[in-house]
T-cell receptor, first 110, second 114 residues
Framework: AQRVTQPEKLLSVFKGAPVELKCNYSYSGSPELFWYVQYSRQRLQLLLRHISRESIKGFTADLNKGETSFHLKKPFAQEEDSAMYYCALSGNTGFQKLVFGTGTRLLVSP | DSGVTQTPKHLITATGQRVTLRCSPRSGDLSVYWYQQSLDQGLQFLIQYYNGEERAKGNILERFSAQQFPDLHSELNLSSLELGDSALYFC?????????????FGEGSWLTVV
């Protein structure tokens, strides 16, 4: 079964501090991992996906298959980063759906 | 703008009523997904359609049903509404399945049951 765990409901940091949003997953095959961001109950926007290995808005995430993790990191948080962040997973064979974690609210204070 | 359109944006209705939420996927996308986002349950996958056929089912109640039409738009029907059905309902679309394809979300339909 597919499962995504985000252990922190809220992460509060000061502007300029490093940020790490944790995500662990459970999947028997090779997963595809994503991070989505949601500002103020608006639509979810794709932030990044592990297969593209890109950096968006200064955020990066590395898939660690040994630890089954896909933590989201940013070296210097900005106030505009305050939002809900969802880690999501899909399998990579057959016809897959996207399963989300419960989300972490990031609050960046000035 | 993700290209996924949902209507209505806001809806207030009474318990016991029935509502229909509509979704138009991005041009060319064959897959449509429905998600429910509530304060206590987080983001829950409801159902997925691909080119008119149901492909995956999640935590969708029997009071809820969905379909995807030949023009690829989709409708989510919610009946015998209860207070707990109040939530933000998202539609999303992708070219095919979630694997290897980016899923784009609409802005959601806010449903309030009073």
């Amino acid at each position: 079964a597919q499962r995504v765990t985000q252990p922190e409901k809220l992460l509060s940091v000061f502007k300029g501090a490093p940020v790490e949003l944790k995500c662990n997953y459970s999947y028997s095959g090779s997963p595809e991992l994503f991070w989505y961001v949601q500002y103020s109950r608006q639509r979810l926007q794709l932030l990044l996906r592990h297969i593209s290995r890109e950096s968006i808005k200064g955020f990066t995430a590395d898939l660690n298959k040994g630890e089954t993790s896909f933590h989201l990191k940013k070296p210097f948080a900005q106030e505009e980063d305050s939002a809900m962040y969802y880690c999501a997973l899909s399998g990579n064979t057959g016809f897959q759906k996207l399963v989300f974690g419960t989300g972490t609210r990031l609050l960046v204070s000035p | 703008d993700s290209g996924v359109t949902q209507t209505p944006k806001h809806l207030i209705t009474a318990t016991g009523q029935r509502v229909t939420l509509r979704c138009s996927p991005r041009s060319g996308d064959l897959s449509v997904y429905w998600y429910q986002q509530s304060l206590d349950q987080g983001l829950q996958f409801l159902i997925q359609y691909y080119n008119g056929e149901e492909r995956a089912k999640g935590n969708i109640l029997e009071r809820f049903s969905a379909q995807q039409f030949p023009d690829l738009h989709s409708e989510l029907n919610l009946s015998s509404l209860e207070l707990g059905d109040s939530a933000l309902y998202f539609c999303a679309s992708s070219a095919q399945g979630a694997n290897g394809n980016t899923i784009y979300f609409g802005e959601g339909s806010w449903l309030t049951v009073v």
